[in-house]
Structures are given as structure tokens and as C-alpha cells.
Nanobody, 122 residues
Framework: QVQLVESGGGLVQAGGSLRLSCAASGGTFSSYSMGWFRQPPGKERDLVARISALPITTYYADSVKGRFTISRDNAKKTLYLQMNGLKPEDTAVYYC???????????????WGQGTQVTVSS
């Protein structure tokens, strides 16, 4: 059973950057498609970006396209989310997860990490 631990969140001013990491243990990380989700206060948890197993393909929500980059290091069993040009509306708890079934909703993913808080001040 894979376990995921996110890190790298924090407080940043608008326009700034952060890089989130998601360290995996157990399971076969290289074979999993992975996703980053975020959940703003009082709102639903939505997919931000998704990366497949090899060969790599990526997906981004329209709201982050061109600003965020998802990547993975299979040797380190780590998933990343580079976030540039951050906006106050990016404020949320960010979670990584393993894709279990086809689809881009929360129900298609599992093995959730505990989340990391990202706060963007204006």
C-alpha cells in the first residue's frame, strides 16, 4: 500500500513561487499516474494537475495552465508541483494522490496524503 507525504507549502506573496513535493513509500511509484488536487476553504477538492506513468503525459486545469508544472522523479519516488505566478485564489490545501480509475475527479484517486497549506497574500 502506497503512502504519500506532501511538503513545501507556505505563505507567499502574489506573483511568487512555491514547489510542492509528494514523497511516496510502498507500492510501485513509477507505475502510477499521479495527481495534485487542491481544496480551498469551504469548497470542493478539485484536480489541479495530473501526470501519467511512462510515457509521460500531463493534464492541467485551465486555472493553472501556463503557471504550474507537474513532474515526477521515479528514482526518488517523488512527485512535484512547481507553482509560479501565484494568485490569492490559489490559496488552498494541496493534496497528492494516486489515480485508481479513469477520470479526473476526487473519486478516481486514492491513497491521499495529509495535505500541505498554500496561502497567497495579495
Amino acid at each position: 500500500q502506497v503512502q504519500l507525504v506532501e511538503s513545501g507549502g507556505g505563505l507567499v506573496q502574489a506573483g511568487g513561487s512555491l514547489r510542492l513535493s509528494c514523497a511516496a513509500s510502498g507500492g510501485t511509484f513509477s507505475s502510477y499516474s499521479m495527481g495534485w488536487f487542491r481544496q480551498p476553504p469551504g469548497k470542493e477538492r478539485d484536480l489541479v494537475a495530473r501526470i501519467s506513468a511512462l510515457p509521460i503525459t500531463t493534464y492541467y486545469a485551465d486555472s493553472v495552465k501556463g503557471r504550474f508544472t507537474i513532474s515526477r522523479d521515479n528514482a526518488k519516488k517523488t512527485l512535484y508541483l512547481q507553482m509560479n505566478g501565484l494568485k490569492p485564489e490559489d490559496t488552498a490545501v494541496y493534496y497528492c494522490a494516486v489515480q485508481r480509475t479513469n477520470g479526473y475527479t476526487q473519486s478516481n484517486f486514492g491513497s491521499w496524503g495529509q495535505g500541505t497549506q498554500v496561502t497567497v497574500s495579495s
